[in-house]
Every structure is written in C-alpha cells, then in structure tokens.
T-cell receptor, first 116, second 116 residues
Framework: AQSVSQHNHHVILSEAASLELGCNYS??????LFWYVQYPGQHLQLLLK??????LVKGIKGFEAEFIKSKFSFNLRKPSVQWSDTAEYFC??????????????FGQGTILTVHP | NAGVTQTPKFRILKIGQSMTLQCTQD?????MYWYRQDPGMGLKLIYY???????DKGEVPNGYNVSRSTTEDFPLRLELAAPSQTSVYFC???????????????FGSGTQLSVL
C-alpha cells in the first residue's frame, strides 16, 4: 500500500519568509500528486496538482511544487509567505489510472502559522 | 452553488449509539468519498462510491456502512459507536475524468464527532 509522509507537523514563520514543506510518498508506479489546503474555518481545497509534463507546477496564491521522481518527493514552496497563508497543508497521492478510481492517500498534514 | 453539504456539524454520541452522517452534493458528480481525519494522522478513506448503487471499502471501513441510492446523496452510518470513532469526518465528491484520473476533490465542511 502506498503511503505519504509530511516531514513537519507544525511550521512557524514570519511574514516574508520563504516556505518549503516536504512530502515523500512510497509507490513505485505512476502517480498523480496533489497539495490541498485547509484555511481556518474553511473547507479543504485544492492548491495545486501534478499529473504529467513539467515537474514544476504552479498553483494558486503563489505556491509551487516540484516533483522529483528519483526522490519520490513533491515539496511545496512559496518564496514569501503572508499571514493569510496560515492554514493546514496536506500532500496527497493517487495511483494513476487503473482501477484505483483516483482514490487519494493523504499525508499527516502540516500546520503553517505565519506571524505578521 | 452549495457544493458538498454535510450535516450535522457537531455531534456527541454515547458508546453503542448509532447515527447517520448526511452528505449531499449538487454538482452531479459520480464519485463520492468519506474520509476521517484524526490529529496528526491525515485523512483516511473510509468508503467511496463511483456512482449510484456502487460502493466499496476504503482503508478504514470497519464500524461503518454506506449506501448510494442517488447520485446526490452518500450517507455514512455508524451502527455501534465506539470511542475509536471520535474524529472529524469529511465527505468529498469529484468528477470522473478520462482514464480514472481524479482531477479535484470538492470537500464538505466536516462533521466533528465525539463518542463518550
């Protein structure tokens, strides 16, 4: 069974600091990769996704993530965080195609707190 | 545009009681999912459905049952509540994309359940 590991449970930053949240997965086949975000009091929502092509993908609100196949990683980055980025971030992986029906396996989540 | 609607938002159950968590979506999505979120554990898939009349087990199905009589509704039933079922429950839905690729999940706002 595949698994997803997020390196940090809680990250605390000041505004304008750079962000990198780690995500590693264990699955040897072709995968689809996602980052979801849950802002306080809001629904989980898609931040960005990777299916194929350019391994550097850009999402909403200035976030980007890089898929490094050799490292089984899909780290999330943002050059300069804002207070409004305070949220919980989830990495997720799905087996590509087949009979998996796109079921997602989620990581444990990383809480990001940004101080003004 | 309501999206995915879950009820109730909060519930306290006694051990051995039963209840149904309701989930409905108005986007005509074929795929629907139930996840539970435990602190530090990420989201675990309980059950999923690929269309009306079709359901299947996810990663942690024990103690739960589901049904899918219509495209819109996907209720989750707890028959004999146990303290281990204390969690936050999320319903989600998605489009079916060619090849089974899951483009994006739409989440409900969650149900916080405590079993005492």
């Amino acid at each position: 069974a595949q698994s997803v590991s997020q390196h940090n449970h809680h990250v605390i930053l000041s505004e304008a600091a750079s962000l990198e949240l780690g995500c590693n997965y264990s699955y040897g086949g072709t995968v689809n990769l996602f980052w979801y975000v849950q802002y306080p009091g809001q629904h989980l929502q898609l931040l960005l996704k990777y299916f194929s092509g350019d391994p550097l993908v850009k999402g909403i609100k200035g976030f980007e993530a890089e898929f490094i196949k050799s490292k089984f990683s899909f780290n999330l980055r943002k050059p300069s965080v804002q207070w409004s980025d305070t949220a919980e971030y989830f990495c997720a992986v799905a087996n590509a195609g087949g009979t998996s029906y796109g079921k997602l396996t989620f990581g444990q989540g990383t809480i990001l707190t940004v101080h003004p | 545009n309501a999206g995915v609607t879950q009820t109730p938002k909060f519930r306290i159950l006694k051990i051995g009681q039963s209840m149904t968590l309701q989930c409905t979506q108005d986007m005509n999505h074929n795929y629907m999912y139930w996840y539970r979120q435990d602190p530090g554990m990420g989201l675990k898939l309980i059950y999923y459905s690929v269309g009306a009349g079709i359901t299947d087990k996810g990663e942690v199905p024990n103690g739960y049952n589901v049904s899918r009589s219509t495209t819109e509704d996907f209720p989750l039933r707890l028959e004999l509540a146990a303290p281990s079922q204390t969690s936050v429950y999320f319903c989600a839905s998605s489009y079916e994309v060619t090849g089974g690729y899951n483009e994006k999940l739409f989440f409900g706002s969650g149900t916080q359940l405590s079993v005492l």
